[in-house]
């Protein structure tokens, strides 16, 4: 089975700032890892995938993350936030292997607020 | 980025009425379509698995005779809420993937039942 932990629920940070949101899995398979935002009243919106490529993957908005294996970790880092970036941000598993039919499970979600 | 389209974007219907919500992939095939429900501030969650042609499968704890769904073309699923009560007011958002994506989930943009 496959699970998605995401420590912290809330994460607060002054525009500028680093912006560190944490992503733990659990696979008995070797993973695809995703990373969504989603905005108010809205779907979500792929920002990254880890596929087996390379281990550290770039998205949209200067958002990137790290695929660590060893602490089976996927965060998502940005250096710079800005006031747009404040959303709902959620990390999800699926198996790599295995056909589309294969379901996505979603981490609880960590709610980003930029400060002024 | 490949489309999907969700419809209708809200709803109100009093507590004993059917509504139907649409999903279509707009520019691919989805051969599996998921859907999920999501309550405010927490994270989505999978109630089926529809796969093009064939009978959806429910996860655990999800009423089939309550929430029929329909996967009637590689473009085309929907979700039927049969006899809704207030407790089935939630945001609901289905998502797609075709053959080729690795693992990717297209989502729409989810669809606001209220029940009165």
């Known amino acids: 089975a496959q699970s998605v932990t995401q420590l912290g629920s809330h994460v607060s940070v002054s525009e500028g700032a680093l912006v560190l949101l944490r992503c733990n899995y659990s696979s008995s398979v070797p993973p695809y890892l995703f990373w969504y935002v989603q905005y108010p009243n809205q779907g979500l919106q792929l920002l990254l995938k880890y596929t087996s490529a390379a281990t550290l993957v770039k998205g949209i908005n200067g958002f990137e993350a790290e695929f660590k294996k060893s602490e089976t970790s996927f965060h998502l880092t940005k250096p710079s936030a800005h006031m747009s970036d404040a959303a709902e941000y959620f990390c999800a598993v699926s198996r790599g292997v295995g056909t589309s039919y294969d379901k996505v499970i979603f981490g609880p979600g960590t709610s980003l607020s930029v400060i002024p | 980025g490949a489309v999907v389209s969700q419809h209708p974007s809200w709803v109100i219907c009093k507590s004993g009425t059917s509504v139907k919500i649409e999903c279509r992939s707009l520019d691919f095939q989805a051969t599996t379509m998921f859907w999920y429900r999501q309550f405010p501030k927490q994270s989505l969650m999978l109630m089926a698995t529809?796969?093009?042609?064939?009978?959806?499968?429910?996860e655990q704890g999800v009423e089939k005779d309550k929430f029929l769904i329909n996967h009637a073309s590689l473009t085309l699923s929907t979700l039927t809420v049969t006899s809704a009560h207030p407790e089935d007011s939630s945001f609901y958002i289905c998502?797609?993937?075709?053959?080729?994506?690795?693992?990717?989930?297209?989502f729409g943009e989810g669809s606001r039942l209220t029940v009165l």
């Open positions: 529809s796969n093009e042609g064939s009978k959806a499968t429910y």
């Open positions: 998502s797609a993937r075709g053959r080729r994506e690795a693992g990717e989930l297209f």
